[in-house]
């Protein structure tokens, strides 16, 4: 089998993006020099979850700390962008 063109894939998706943040910016008359859009979910890996190719590599560790530095638990991340796999699972479903 083989391995999806990430890059090619993740260059479609940041293109679709930019264009649905400038008519997003265009529709509510903003200025595209001072806006910012946020698309949740998005990392710097490409993820078609559940149902096309995922680039993560869940193979990170990460502490979760408290306001006071101490360990309260943790997560696998990926170790590629860093994205929890607790967020990946809670977006993506079982």
């Known amino acids: 089998m083989t391995r999806p063109d990430f890059a090619a894939l993740r260059a479609a998706r940041d293109e679709a993006l930019a264009k649905a943040a400038a008519e ?11 806006a910012f859009v946020h ?13 096309g190719p995922c680039e993560h590599e869940f193979a990170g560790w990460r502490d979760l700390l408290d306001d006071e530095a101490r360990v309260t638990g943790g997560e696998t991340v990926c170790r590629l962008c860093d994205a929890g796999a607790m967020s990946h699972s809670l977006r993506c479903g079982p």
């Open 24 to 34: 997003m910016i265009a529709m509510m008359r903003g200025d595209p020099a001072t």
């Open 39 to 51: 698309f949740s979910g998005v990392s710097g890996c490409y993820c078609a979850c559940p149902d």
